[in-house]
């Protein structure tokens, strides 16, 4: 399976630089890979941060997150496999399995935690921070679980796409933020298989491989648990994206850019300094929701 049935591009985007991960532990002692780290929330504007988790250790998920407070963005969490229970300030609470999402939105401050259900098997998924507009840190907080086979999927050219927010070849999202913009794709590539996805010039775009390899038009391929940055070029359309030898997961995250200050300090994302100051006080002061 070596080339797609018609190209729907003309200038396909190139990798800019590979980053890999950071072996790192959060929460209550989680053992996660950090694939977009601080240093480059600049760069991939509007997304802020990526983790990677997967173990069949209990030592390395079991403590979970524990109750921690947020403010100013929105937390993704996409389950591979596993089972995870969100609860929070604002009187939210989900499950969700195999396959499934939590979006919330922490706004002008929540309190919550994630916990896993399981005490053996293995637990993978991801997280992913997702910035929000100046407008909108103050709004009330919100939260969105999505089952796993609620979350909408196709099949392209051998290639199965779950979409989970943005759209995909006229498949839309689970998920959809009129701002920033976010495409958020799991794709499956059977070996040698090509995926194609249009992408606005304008819009910061990277490519995060969780298993097997990709390899790009110019040569360069992105290995297990790298990170690909795609070059903004002006004037570019799009992705494409070949799987290796071997079957081939990946994620393609794309948004629109705020191009806002971002002043973060741990689990506060504001546009100042004055107002982590403030978030840290009103936390201190339980005046978070």
Request: glycine letters at 10%; charged letters at 20%; one cysteine or more.
């Amino acid at each position: 399976m070596d080339t797609v049935a018609t190209s729907l591009l003309e200038r396909p985007r190139e990798v800019e630089r590979l980053v890999a991960g950071q072996p790192t532990r959060d929460g209550a002692g989680v053992k996660l890979e950090r694939v977009l780290t601080q240093p480059l929330q600049r760069r991939l504007d509007p997304f802020l941060m990526l983790d990677h988790f997967s173990s069949d250790n209990p030592d390395d998920y079991g403590a979970g997150f524990p109750e921690h407070p947020h403010r100013g963005f929105e937390t993704v969490t996409y389950m591979l496999l596993g089972r995870i229970r969100h609860r929070d300030s604002a009187g939210h609470e989900g499950l969700v399995s195999d396959g499934g999402v939590q979006w919330m939105t922490a706004g002008r401050g929540v309190i919550h935690s994630e916990m896993p259900e399981q005490r053996d098997g293995r637990m993978a998924g991801f997280q992913l921070w997702l910035n929000l507009p100046a407008r909108d840190k103050m709004r009330a907080p919100g939260y969105l679980d999505v089952q796993g086979p609620q979350v909408p999927q196709f099949e392209r050219d051998g290639v199965t796409v779950r979409v989970i927010a943005g759209e995909s070849h006229g498949v839309a999202g689970a998920v959809q933020r009129a701002v920033t913009e976010p495409l958020y794709l799991d794709l499956h590539l059977p070996p040698g298989a090509r995926f194609e996805q249009p992408l606005a010039a304008t819009h910061n775009a990277f490519v995060y491989v969780y298993e097997g390899a990709l390899r790009f038009d110019t040569g360069c391929q992105v290995l297990t648990g790298r990170l690909a940055i795609l070059a903004n070029t002006p004037g570019s359309d799009g992705v494409r994206l070949t799987a290796g030898d071997v079957p081939t997961r990946a994620l393609l995250i794309a948004g629109q850019p705020l191009n806002e200050p971002i002043a973060q300090y741990g689990p506060f994302v504001m546009n100042t300094e004055a107002e982590l100051v403030q978030a840290v006080r009103d936390f201190q002061a339980g005046r978070l929701a």
